[in-house]
């Protein structure tokens, strides 16, 4: 059944041992293949220094013949301990990043719409402001790279901006206004998370239009907002704070400093257990973007993050719903050694 945990953690060993060894000794050859060729050079030839048959070789402590089995027992607890306490994490959300865009252009309604039909707890989406200061659902400033205009956004009107096609994978949409977006995604009883994406174009009021346009639309419960600027979701915290903020940090370094947010959001090679540990104690909410590769997806799914950003949540779907049906300590061992060789 898989469920011997004395008899899996020494198969876990013995599969973690076979690889390092393979590993240190595929290192060893290359370092012998390079110094012999470097020894059948001419010029390294001369005055090489050599030891006699006579000088005394250097053998093991007696200490190190006792460290070595005690290591080793050390080593076999903790593998031990490592499948016994790991944990699938059910509760991790799925959030679309930029809605599904398997089944539409990003950051359109109808990659949001896709996303609700995946379940997602979540769609993802960016906002930047116009020149007439109104909102519009875009992840770039720049009109490039889904219309094919070579303007920006904060040069147009939301007038010209909305009339857009935008083209992606073969599919052929408009760019959506914040209104029209919104009441699209309460319409279909989706939630989102909004990211706001100030290009420095934007006015000294800003967040208060944001702010206002959030109320009117009646947006404010149930949704997420976020941004890499941490003033502007700081001052959105302090104006708004029945709002769930979150601050979204692209490169961290130990762990987090005492910000005025409900959660953060760190990209996926920034995430290690201090991470973890300190928006735990920090009694802040913890997301990782953008997971899109299968052994991330399961790495994460056994970490205690609050959840996933992600374009792969039919994947995601899949790998949450096996974890939960097949979750024998033969199954944890397969898992940790995929990720494990995954990162060699």
Known sequence: SGNNLLLETALYSLMRAVNFVFIVGLKFILMIVLTSHLLSLEKFQK?????????????????????????????????????????????????????DVNHGV?????????????????????????????????????????????????????????????????????IASLDEFMKAAQACHQKIAIELKPYGHEPSNYVDLFIKKLKELKAVQGNKIMSMKLPVIEEIERKLPQADTGYLVSLQFGPFSAHKVDFYAIEEFSYNEVVALSAYQQKKDLYVWTINDDTLLTRFLQSPVNGIITDKLIEFQDEKKGMKNHNSYLDRVIRLLNIEFAKD
């Open 106 to 174: 990003e950051n359109s309604i109808t990659a949001m719409q896709a996303a609700h039909k995946a379940g997602a707890d979540y769609s993802e989406m960016d906002v930047v402001m116009t020149k007439d200061h109104q909102f519009v659902v875009s992840h770039d400033n720049s009109l490039k790279r889904l219309t094919g205009v070579d303007k920006n956004v904060s040069d147009l009107t939301l007038a010209q901006v909305t009339k857009l096609k935008t083209r992606q994978n073969g599919y052929s949409d408009h």
């Open 47 to 99: 005055d090489l220094p050599y030891q006699s048959k006579y000088d005394k070789s250097w053998v093991f402590p007696k200490w190190i013949r006792l460290l070595l089995p005690m290591t080793l027992l050390a080593w076999l607890i903790s593998n031990g301990l490592s499948l016994y306490l790991l944990q699938t994490n059910p509760n991790a959300l799925m959030i679309a990043h930029r809605g």
